[in-house]
């Protein structure tokens, strides 16, 4: 399973760090992802990061979030730094067990979801 902390409540311009632990199975050779879901919006992708290739952004995170992956300890991380009210969603961490390599955000690809982590900016 996965399982994702580190979401809160924080201003605008604030920065926070979620954290997405996998148990039972290794995210080392996996594609991983961050998505989130705003309320009456669809859920999006907003960055991945495999074992191989660079990390993939969504357009709209690009500059201000960082993914990053402790392959060692299981660990995939999230680093959001100037957070605006447009980012307050649920964000949920997947895994994509197709290969080292991340290919984008398409949901039919990723087999495992946490149960995500509330983010509120105001």
């Known amino acids: 399973q996965l399982v994702e902390s580190g979401g809160g409540s924080v201003q605008a311009g604030g920065s926070l760090r979620l954290s997405c632990l996998a148990s039972g199975f290794t995210l080392s050779n996996r594609c991983m992802g961050w998505f989130r879901q705003a309320p009456g919006k669809e859920r999006e992708g907003i960055a991945a990061?495999?074992?191989?290739?660079?990390?993939i952004y969504l357009d709209s995170v690009r500059g201000r979030f960082t993914i990053s992956r402790d392959n060692s300890n299981d660990l995939l991380y999230l680093q959001m730094d100037n957070l605006q009210p447009e980012d307050t969603a649920v964000y949920y961490c997947a895994l994509d067990p197709g290969g080292p390599r991340c290919h984008g955000f398409a949901q039919r690809d990723y087999k495992i979801w946490g149960h995500g982590t509330q983010v509120t900016v105001s």
């Open positions: 990061a495999g074992r191989d290739g660079a990390p």
